[in-house]
């Protein structure tokens, strides 16, 4: 990946934003070349090096294909308690991978297919939803850049591959 300036890029769990500058910065005394990435209503200055490791391209036809299958899949739900879950739902959305955030987002509706199904009018504790909704909304905004579709179209799709035959 280049990192050029004006290119868009993900940055794990904070989203998708834009290289604003490319430029040589004193860091801890030395000289480093940095990036400067503009998310919604946050600048973020990072040494290039770790701008290699922490900032990927937007989701490829392919990984799109990836993320679908993996919205339609109803594997087997992690079973560990609600803390153990947690956290290692907590690690993909911090490693925020467009199949990862598909992977929460898959497990989160069925976790509420499965609660619904038996009669459970409970929702997801707020803690579960609200990761769950996070993902999403990641999963989402890069879908809608990725296709060059409006959000509310992004969210349709998502919807569509989460459908389940009555």
């Given at each position: 990946?280049?990192?050029?300036v004006g290119d868009l890029v993900v940055y794990g769990n904070?989203?998708?934003?834009?290289?604003a500058?490319?430029?040589?910065?004193?860091?801890?005394?030395?000289p480093q070349e940095v990036i400067v990435l503009e998310l919604d209503e946050l600048r973020v200055t990072?040494?290039?090096?770790?701008?290699?490791?922490?900032?990927r391209?937007?989701?490829n036809g392919a990984?799109?294909?990836?993320v679908g299958e993996a919205l339609r899949d109803d594997g087997e739900l992690n079973s560990s308690n609600w803390l153990a879950r947690r956290?290692?739902?907590?690690e993909k959305l911090i490693g925020a991978t467009p199949v990862e955030l598909a992977q929460i987002v898959s497990e989160g509706a069925q976790r509420e297919r499965l609660r619904s199904a038996n009669g459970d009018k409970r929702q997801l504790s707020p803690s579960e939803r609200?990761?769950?909704?996070?993902?999403?909304k990641l999963l989402s905004d890069e879908i809608a850049l990725a296709l060059d579709i409006q959000p509310t179209a992004a969210e349709s799709w998502i919807d569509r591959h989460l459908e389940r035959p009555a």
């Open positions: 990946m280049k990192l050029a904070h989203g998708i934003g834009r290289i500058a490319r430029r040589e910065q004193e860091v801890l005394g030395e990072l040494p290039l090096e770790r701008a290699r490791t922490q900032l391209p937007l989701a990984e799109l294909r990836r956290r290692e739902t907590l609200e990761i769950f909704t996070k993902a999403r």
